[in-house]
């Protein structure tokens, strides 16, 4: 077996896995003022959060092109490789996962297993970096999935947001919760619930949702060992700087990794939001 891992670029990808000669990335399209981008391509991180305060339309993201996908798998195929693990956003964020199920067995001669990774972002990119260490190893591909489940499944992510807003319009989170935040002035904690982002708590403000985040962590995997812990922010690298030491300071055995939300999450998130992840 000569296995390739492909992604989109919604995975924050640490510079361990970044460059790796077996990883593949498919750029997701972001639409600001009728103007398209490709993710990680012609728009990155800092000149995203740029434009989207400057913009006069909301921003939308849209699937990546077929005809650019399925030359990617064909341009894998030809470079020897015969099986794929292909690691996406979650199905409650976008239909990228579906789609690809839909039209795998198009391409002639390579197995592709669209995987749900049913999150994004750090989360996301840690299953890659998982599945590429793996496979480095020699590590079969069934051990491959089942190592991947467990990150999975073991994961949580609470997420909190300046404005529903942007979640609202773009689909990705119930008119009514939005309405609940806007008369309250809430500041929401959010999480995925089998892909889907919901509403777990309103909090008066940042600092107790962030102290309620932390206590949700601690209750939850008080007693797990070998924790990998993710601080995520968009646009927001200070508050990122003292969630990540206040966690080190309380999980001093835990790998602990700062990422950010790239455009593509940045558009359902808005500016300044902030997440804490963790996983075994």
């Known amino acids: 077996m000569k ?5 989109d670029s919604t995975a924050y990808l640490n510079g361990r ?59 894998i195929k030809e470079q020897g490789y015969d099986t794929v693990i292909s690691i996406h956003l979650s199905e409650g ?29 750090v989360p996301m990119g840690y299953m890659v970096e998982k599945a590429l260490e793996m496979s480095d190893e020699g590590k079969s591909l069934n051990d491959i999935l089942l190592a991947i489940d467990l990150i999975r499944d073991t994961t949580n992510a609470y997420i909190i947001v300046d404005d529903l807003d942007n979640l609202v319009r773009g689909g990705r989170l119930t008119n009514g919760a939005a309405i609940i935040g806007g008369l309250l002035k809430i500041k929401p ?45 968009g646009n927001n690298p200070e508050l990122a700087q003292q969630e990540y030491e206040k966690l080190s300071q309380k999980y001093p055995e835990a790998t602990i990794d700062i990422g950010t939300f790239g455009p593509v999450i940045g558009t359902h998130l808005g500016d300044k939001a902030i997440a804490l ?4």
């Open 189 to 233: 904690i959010l999480t995925f619930d089998e892909g889907k982002i919901v509403l777990a708590e309103k909090i008066r403000s940042l600092k107790k949702a962030l102290q309620r985040t932390e206590e949700i962590i601690e209750e939850r995997h008080k007693n797990d060992q070998d924790l990998r812990i993710f601080v995520i922010h």
């Open 17 to 75: 896995t970044r460059n790796h000669k077996d990883l593949f990335v498919i750029p997701i399209p972001v639409i600001i003022d009728d103007q398209p981008f490709e993710e990680g391509v012609d728009i990155g991180y800092e000149e995203f959060y740029q434009k989207l305060k400057n913009s006069k339309d909301f921003p939308k993201t849209s699937q990546p092109v077929l005809g650019e996908v399925y030359d990617l798998y064909r341009s």
């Open 277 to 280: 992840g963790v996983a075994k």
């Open 93 to 121: 964020i976008s239909g990228f996962v579906r789609t690809l199920t839909a039209i795998k067995a198009d391409i002639d001669g390579l197995q592709v297993i669209p995987y749900d990774s049913k999150i994004t972002s």
């Open 3 to 7: 296995l390739a891992i492909v992604t």
